[in-house]
């Protein structure tokens, strides 16, 4: 349930934030782009209601792999590191550059120079892609290791004992972890 | 064509061309590679939904749905005695959800490659209030999406691992990491 909240806030929140931006009247074009305009919005509002927290949630990931990976060293879980790694490098990849830029446009005088506008325009509009193909690339091992670790955790499950009280949560536990591990790290 | 109009003096005319080149490419590779993603995770789940979802009740409790199954059985300390069916219903109901979430940080992605594909005006639409809210809703989104997924895979991590004993199990299914799910609540 409270994943579920976490996911309903990772839509309200964006939503809410527009919204507030829209009845002020905060949009235009802003250079390349066409959402809160410099002319309405101003450098300090942008920075801290939009590029500070993003900075902050990827900081965050990045921190969270990091210890997902420690206890995957720690307690030999079985699972790639270099895997684990992998959703947080890209989301370094992704957004290293366009903040540098933006920070560059925001706090300094100066153009920012075209190979980093040329590569911001590049790589921001990428996060789809990168899932994709990492999706892509996890979907032919999925169901092979699903279907064996449900197998293997179910007869796990029954020599321990008929009606273990929590034998049902190991399963739901370890499947869903592994499963959505599975999904965007291995 | 100029097709987005920057700052004058900002870009000369090649740089914009090579600007809307890369971004043109980028954004419209990303808007097919979700699209078919989303078209096939939605598939699979449709087709699961009618093909091989068992329709079981666990004790007292009707089987309405995933909501009912986590909050029930995460969140009480008390478990009650499962059938094999049981099990099999909430095991199918997990990955039904990790595909959920596969599909919810797709559309994130979709909506935020659409974005920048509009922005090149290829559709002949202006910046205009309702591109720049699609825009600030969908742009953080994904972000937000995948700080929801790491946090669980920690969460889930730390729950896997704190089952490896009988003891362990009962505190853990006591405690269930409330505190994790609190901070990554804070943090949003």
């Known amino acids: ?186 | 064509m100029q097709l987005f109009r920057p700052p004058v003096g900002m870009l000369t005319a090649e740089q914009i061309v090579a600007v809307e080149w890369a971004m043109g490419w980028s954004s419209g590779l990303s808007v097919v590679a979700s699209f078919l993603v989303i078209a096939y995770v939605a598939t699979k789940l449709f087709l699961q939904r009618f093909r091989r979802r068992p329709s079981v009740t666990v004790t007292g409790h009707p089987s309405s749905g995933s909501e009912d199954y986590l909050t029930t059985d995460f969140m009480i300390g008390t478990r009650k005695q499962t059938t094999g069916a049981a099990q099999d219903a909430e095991v199918w109901l997990l990955l039904w959800f990790s595909e959920l979430s596969v599909l919810c940080l797709m559309v994130a992605d979709l909506g935020s490659a659409l974005w920048y594909f509009l922005q090149l005006h290829v559709l002949g639409v202006g910046c205009s209030d309702a591109l720049a809210f699609f825009g600030t809703v969908f742009e953080p989104t994904s972000v937000l999406v995948v700080t929801a997924i790491s946090l669980s895979m920690l969460v889930l991590l730390r729950g896997s691992l704190k089952l490896q004993t009988r003891s362990a199990m009962k505190k853990t299914v006591r405690e269930h990491d409330y505190p994790l799910f609190s901070l990554a609540l804070f943090f949003f």
């Open chain 1, 1 to 186: 349930m409270l994943l579920v909240l976490c996911f309903v806030v990772a839509w309200v929140l964006p939503l809410i934030l527009a919204t507030v931006f829209l009845l002020e009247g905060q949009y235009g074009q802003d250079a390349v782009y066409c959402w809160l305009s410099p002319v309405h919005a101003s450098t300090r509002l942008r920075l801290y209601v939009y590029y500070l927290p993003i900075l902050f949630l990827l900081v965050m990931n990045i921190l969270t792999s990091l210890a997902v990976v420690y206890v995957n060293r720690s307690q030999h879980m079985g699972l790639s590191n270099f895997a684990l790694l992998w959703v947080p490098l890209g989301l370094l990849l992704v957004w290293t550059v366009p903040t540098i830029s933006t920070t560059w446009a925001n706090v300094s005088s100066q153009t920012v120079p075209f190979p980093v506008v040329l590569m911001s325009a590049t790589l921001l509009p990428t996060q789809g892609l990168f899932n994709a193909v990492f999706f892509a690339i996890v979907l032919g091992r999925e169901k092979k290791i699903v279907q064996e670790t449900i197998t293997e955790i179910a007869s796990e499950v029954d020599d321990g004992g008929e009606g273990d009280a929590f034998a049902t949560d190991e399963v739901k536990l370890r499947v869903f972890g592994q499963t959505i591990v599975w999904y965007f790290v291995n």
